[in-house]
């Protein structure tokens, strides 16, 4: 049965309630109108009736609720959930008791795709190793002509669409938060958890939920490879309590029996070993890449490369991952270099939410720099990041909803030294990237690493990327 006529199955005359009218749900209501399903969306901005694609949907049939009470008399066969919207909202626990079957555009795609899914997630790392995987991929299947790699997920355009020209010689590479993970009942073939640190702890109840729907990606059927961090203890944990065939990467370690795969069967490990990435099953092992022939900096980034040596096993070569190592300069906004202006250089890492991404940040680098932090609050400790700005950096400028509480950590770090340590707290963010250039003297740094959401000013952190870089190239 082809896709389309799975869907028509599936869906015909069937009340479908589509949760949120963003990037990703569009294509999705236009995929459940075209296979006859009553559609409504709802929405809590009541401005999206004035868009041109409403007025479409809505001269196919499609209904819209919209505004305050947005989910009021909700119900119906299917609920889609966009991945911002809380699946214990009272509205919706309602209409599953009723008979409702709670869904998501990410969940649909992974019914219907034809080809290979690898899933990737983590609380840092998992943009720059989805990016990568697909990379590897991608060349690897145009040096044998056939097939394609497509990636999407939490990055990029949906790929629920393009479902329809996959075929089974395809593979896909997705990047999946805790959100879209939360309630998926599927797995993907191959899953990568990168690493766990406390994250969105604004959204999610507690840290127990968050690490609850990580561990989605493992879950369920489908999955048979899980890609972890042995050094993380929370992705160890789960690797131990998941029986499936697993690959451990470490960045410290340097040997099979170091990383103890042991405790499970069928397990491997990738690891660094005299500035060799090596892939160890055990009984033999397979120099992959050399450290040095890799592009990006840091060695959060040689972890990067060995999720995707990882996950990748057995479908590509190790020539195809050093041609990609030795030329890929970096995902837009993580580390990324803006300019040089009087002797200092710019680099947006707008990408770095938490404070651990910033710490890999500041490892990256290697010099101490004048570096702007502060964004939306996510209900995270930064202790941590108070540390380390008071021992790796030169000089702070903090903005944004979390400044205060960034401050107040900073005067409380046992490391602190005011006279040394120069902080300044500017609420506007273009006023506090103009404060960080005045600061910084040639040979300096200036970093833009926020170790928080951007939501309190920006749509994402690629707006605010993109905002740091105007301001910069307009010097």
């Given at each position: 049965?082809?896709?389309?006529?799975y869907?028509?199955?599936?869906f015909?005359?069937k009340?479908?309630?589509?949760?949120?009218?963003?990037?990703?749900?569009r294509?999705?209501?236009e995929?459940l109108?075209?296979?006859?399903?009553?559609?409504?969306?709802?929405?809590?901005?009541?401005d999206i009736?004035?868009e041109?694609?409403?007025?479409?949907?809505?001269?196919?049939?499609a209904?819209f609720?919209v505004?305050?009470?947005?989910?009021h008399?909700?119900?119906?066969?299917?609920?889609?959930?966009s991945?911002?919207?809380?699946p214990?909202?009272p509205?919706?626990?309602?209409?599953?008791?009723?008979?409702a079957?709670?869904?998501?555009?990410m969940?649909l795609?992974f019914?219907?795709?034809p080809?290979?899914?690898?899933g990737?997630?983590?609380s840092?790392g998992?943009?720059?190793?989805?990016?990568v995987?697909h990379?590897?991929?991608?060349t690897?299947?145009?040096?044998?002509?056939k097939?394609k790699?497509?990636?999407?997920?939490?990055i990029?355009?949906?790929?629920?669409?393009?479902?329809?020209e996959?075929?089974e010689d395809d593979?896909a590479?997705?990047?999946?938060?805790?959100?879209?993970?939360?309630?998926?009942?599927?797995?993907?073939?191959r899953?990568?958890i990168t690493n766990m640190?406390?994250?969105?702890?604004n959204w999610h109840?507690?840290?127990g939920?968050?690490v609850?729907?990580?561990?989605n990606i493992?879950?369920?059927?489908?999955i048979?490879?899980?890609?972890v961090n042995?050094?993380?203890?929370i992705?160890?944990?789960?690797?131990?309590?998941c029986d499936v065939?697993?690959?451990?990467?470490?960045?410290t370690?340097?040997?099979?029996?170091?990383i103890e795969p042991?405790?499970?069967?069928?397990?491997?490990?990738?690891?660094?070993?005299?500035?060799i990435?090596y892939?160890?099953?055990?009984?033999?092992?397979?120099?992959i890449?050399?450290?040095?022939?890799?592009?990006?900096?840091g060695i959060?980034?040689?972890?990067?490369y060995?999720?995707?040596?990882?996950?990748?096993?057995?479908?590509?070569?190790?020539?195809?991952?050093v041609?990609v190592?030795s030329?890929?300069?970096?995902?837009e906004?993580?580390l990324?270099?803006?300019?040089?202006?009087?002797?200092v250089?710019y680099?947006?890492?707008?990408?770095?939410s938490s404070?651990?991404r910033?710490a890999?940040?500041?490892?990256?680098?290697?010099?101490?720099?004048?570096?702007?932090?502060?964004?939306?609050?996510?209900?995270?400790s930064?202790?941590?990041l108070?540390?380390?700005l008071?021992?790796?950096?030169?000089a702070v400028?903090?903005t944004?909803?979390?400044?205060?509480h960034?401050?107040?950590?900073?005067?409380k770090?046992?490391?602190?030294?005011k006279e040394?340590?120069a902080?300044?707290?500017?609420?506007?963010?273009?006023?506090?990237?103009?404060?960080?250039?005045n600061?910084?003297?040639?040979?300096?740094?200036?970093?833009?690493?926020p170790?928080?959401?951007?939501?309190d000013?920006?749509k994402?952190?690629e707006e605010?990327?993109?905002?740091f870089?105007?301001?910069?190239?307009?010097?």
């Open positions: 049965m082809d896709i389309k006529t869907l028509i199955k599936k015909k005359d009340d479908c309630r589509v949760l949120g009218f963003g990037r990703s749900n294509p999705l209501v995929i109108l075209s296979a006859g399903a009553r559609v409504t969306v709802h929405d809590g901005d009541k009736l004035n041109e694609q409403t007025q479409e949907f809505i001269s196919r049939g209904n609720s505004g305050e009470g947005y989910l008399s909700l119900g119906g066969d299917y609920i889609f959930r991945p911002g919207i809380r214990d909202l509205e919706i626990t309602e209409a599953v008791n009723n008979g079957e709670l869904t998501s555009e969940e795609f019914e219907v795709c080809c290979l899914i690898i990737i997630t983590g840092d998992k943009t720059t190793t989805t990016t995987t990379l590897i991929l991608k690897e299947l145009e040096k044998k002509g097939g790699a497509y990636v999407g997920g939490n990029g355009a949906p790929l629920l669409p393009l479902v329809f996959m075929t593979v590479v997705v990047e999946l938060s805790s959100f879209q993970l939360q309630t998926m009942k599927q797995s993907p073939s899953a990568v640190s406390p994250n969105h702890l109840t507690d840290m939920e968050y609850a729907a990580k561990r493992c879950s369920h059927l489908g048979e490879h899980l890609v042995r050094e993380n203890v992705t160890h944990g789960i690797a131990q309590s065939c697993t690959t451990y990467f470490s960045s370690r340097s040997s099979y029996e170091e042991i405790l499970k069967k069928n397990c491997s490990a990738v690891y660094e070993d005299g500035g990435i892939f160890d099953d055990g009984k033999d092992r397979e120099p890449l050399k450290v040095s022939d890799i592009l990006l900096p959060h980034n040689v972890e990067n060995m999720a995707a040596i990882a996950v990748t096993r057995g479908l590509v070569s190790a020539e195809t991952v041609k190592a030329s890929f300069g970096g995902v906004h993580r990324e270099f803006v300019r040089e202006r009087n002797g250089k680099y947006n890492s707008s990408i770095d404070p651990t910033t890999a940040a500041l490892s990256a680098i290697g010099k101490a720099p004048v570096i702007i932090c502060g964004g939306s609050e996510k209900n995270v930064f202790e941590g108070a540390i380390d008071c021992t790796r950096v030169k400028v903090l944004g909803q979390s400044a205060p960034i401050l107040a950590e900073i005067e770090c046992p490391s602190y030294d040394k340590l902080v300044k707290h500017i609420p506007n963010f273009d006023e506090a990237v103009l404060a960080a250039a600061m910084a003297e040639k040979g300096d740094i200036v970093l833009l690493s170790a928080c959401a951007s939501f000013a920006f994402n952190f605010r990327g993109n905002k870089k105007t301001i910069i190239n307009g010097l």
